[in-house]
């Protein structure tokens, strides 16, 4: 087995690994771009923000609802290398729509602004919904099963780096370089996806299914009924459940428990992002390249053990104070601030450990020209479990549960992850 940073080296996943990590780059780049501005230039009222902050997240998502399934049918009937070309070309054209929104936002016409800039949020969930599942359904194509582990766990760890520099980046300049910048990366992405190798349609010729709602229907009926699949896609959307949780909650916790400022906030993201990326080297190398949920249960026990003693530290906390926050660096000097980066850090690195076996599982057990369409279903059903999270945040913040006590309430649903990881190492390893 080629070890798993040597698939770097090779053109089979080179291109394809570039390729994603400059998308993902991209789309938050511009996202958190132009949520900042909005929230900064734009709104003065917190309701009006934290609207404009769900609406975009809704926008984002509804794509994965209505269009998984057609792009699951389309990439197992076609090139997907060509898909990849496509949609890499739709990017251009979005991004100029979307630097437009926010340079005409910039220039005081604010209706128009951001309306554009929504637009493109659509849009680029739609590109999404359309590269998400060959990004994994392609490896099996591209390499021999002996790495495709290692593949799926480089494609994780390159998408929540990613991630994470497009946040940096988005906090740290201005909005009119931010509007340079994306157009100039999916230039950039456009060029490097045509490197792809071709990845043809395998098995027999697909009749595609148009109407969103009854393909997706029918794509998530013709999955879920294999329990080894089931489970490993009810493991994975309780995961995304649980992370669209610690999302929404870290933001409030970091400024009214923790008492520190964006920096901070900013500092918590990149430690997780890089924390998920570590554990999906690390669990490669523990496997030696074998897709297996061996490790999944304790893994995701642990995450939620460190889940309940990050409650416990930030309780433990010296907020600053009244009326002022923490910078990044009076942050630092607390004294369990190293116990709460570090903590944070093994909450992600386990959740990393935990969810990229499940991901090669799923391209690796089916044919390999049903790939597409079982990631797919797997897309339209972590997109419900992440709104139902969402709107789970919501009804229980309302009750009046605080931040440090919802870390109890996500760590409390990682047993039930535990206890589905584990039936299916029982049902197939």
Known sequence: ????????????????????????????????????????????????????????????????????????????????????????????????????????????HTNLGIGLMLGAVLLLGTHSTFFGPIKYAILPQHLPPGDVLGGTGLVEAGTYLAILMGTVVAGWVSIEIAAALVILIAV??????????????????????????????????????????????????????????????????????????ERVASLTIAVFSVGVAIGSVVINTMLKGRISARYSPLSVIAMGGFIVLFSILARAWTPAPTGTYYGLSAFMAQPGAVPIILTLA???????????????????????????????????VNSGAMTIGSIAVIGISYLGVTPENMLLVVAAMCLISAWIAQRLHLACD
């Not at 076996?357 to 797997?378: C, G, H, I, S, W």
Request: glycine letters at 6%.
């Open 188 to 261: 950039a992405g456009w060029f490097i996806g045509r490197m792809v190798p071709p990845a043809p349609r395998e098995g027999p010729k697909l009749k595609l299914n148009y109407n969103p709602f009854t393909a997706s229907w029918r794509l998530i009926g013709a999955t879920m009924h294999i329990p080894r699949l089931f489970l490993a896609i009810c493991a994975i959307s309780f995961f995304w459940t649980i992370g669209a949780m610690l999302i929404i909650v870290f933001p409030p916790l970091v400024k009214n428990v923790l008492s520190a400022d």
């Open 346 to 380: 093994a909450i992600a690195i386990t959740g990393g450990m935990f969810v990229v076996p499940l991901y090669a599982f799923l391209t690796t057990t089916v044919e390999k020209d049903q790939t597409a369409r079982t990631v797919a279903a797997n897309n339209v």
């Open 1 to 108: 087995m080629i070890n798993a940073l040597g698939l770097l080296k090779q053109r089979r996943f080179l291109p394809l690994f570039t390729t994603q990590f400059f998308g993902a780059f991209n789309d938050n780049l511009f996202k958190t771009s132009m949520v900042l501005f909005a929230t900064y230039e734009i709104f003065n009222d917190p309701k009006v923000e934290a609207n404009f902050n769900a609406i975009a997240t809704g926008i984002a998502i509804l794509p994965f609802f209505l269009l998984s399934a057609l792009a699951g049918q389309l990439a197992d009937s076609h090139d997907k290398a060509r898909i990849i070309r496509i949609v890499k070309t739709a990017e251009i054209a979005i991004m100029l729509l979307g630097a437009t929104g926010l340079m005409v936002a910039k220039a005081g």
